[in-house]
């Protein structure tokens, strides 16, 4: 079965880009998806299809896709962000859909 | 608004079965891809099962002939029965809808605990 990759945490100071990676093979080659959750609460999606925002999310919230690696960048952090990101594709030669194991951001 | 509430979740020993319900509004089940994802504690997200607006059902390995999702046009409710419940199976349901291929909407959640 597919496998997403993600590093279990990432920090970084208020007010700089955080990049929250998700590696698979041959990934740019699926549309991928992110999903943000903080303590106690459902997932939110914040970037689908690679780049395109659901309405409300921030414009600080921005996605890649190339290669091996998605990525989601999260530009001028702010303390609110600090979450866990999930990242997610559907795999075809399954039909399964797939979560990475999550990143843990923490704004310092 | 879309809204969709969870209900069924709870203390269940293992080997046993528990039937949990979404009960959606602001939009119809019936055009909509529909699925579960579960949440153990402090662990990440676990894709379980889809059902397509046509009815054609996908399901993770680990459930997979243990649990069935199916849903209720007439209700616009989707539900999860689930059978054989091991302690593993001990995790938040969400109920969540699929535009496509990505989920935009979720519930809150129930919790479903497998423990003698």
């Known amino acids: 079965s597919y496998v997403l990759t993600q590093p279990p945490s990432v920090s970084v100071a208020p007010g700089q880009t955080a990049r929250i990676t998700c590696g698979g093979n041959n990934i740019g080659s699926k549309s991928v998806h992110w999903y943000q959750q903080k303590p106690g609460q459902a997932p939110v999606l914040v970037v689908y299809d690679d780049r395109d925002r659901p309405s409300g999310i921030p414009e600080r919230f921005s996605g890649s896709n190339s290669g091996n690696t998605a990525t989601l960048t999260i530009s001028r952090v702010e303390a609110g962000d600090e979450a866990d990101y999930y990242c997610?594709?559907?795999?075809?030669?399954?039909?399964?859909?797939?979560f990475g194991g999550g990143t843990k951001l923490t704004v310092l | 608004e879309v809204q969709l509430v969870e209900s069924g979740g709870g203390l269940v020993q293992p080997g046993g079965s528990l039937r949990l319900s979404c009960a959606a509004s602001?939009?119809?089940?019936?055009?909509?891809?529909m699925s579960w994802v579960r949440q153990a504690p402090g662990k990440g997200l676990e894709w379980v099962s889809i059902?397509?607006?046509?009815?054609?059902?996908y399901y993770a390995d680990s459930v997979k002939g243990r649990f069935a999702i199916s849903k209720d046009n007439s209700k616009n409710t989707v539900y999860l029965q689930m059978s054989s419940l091991r302690a593993e199976d001990t995790a938040v349901y969400y109920c969540?809808?699929?535009?496509?291929?990505?989920?935009?909407?979720w519930g809150q959640g129930t919790l479903v605990t497998v423990s003698s």
């Open positions: 602001g939009f119809t089940v019936r055009s909509n891809y």
């Open positions: 059902i397509y607006s046509g009815g054609t059902t």
């Open positions: 969540v809808r699929a535009p496509l291929y990505y989920f935009d909407y």
């Open positions: 997610q594709v559907w795999d075809s030669s399954s039909d399964h859909w797939v």
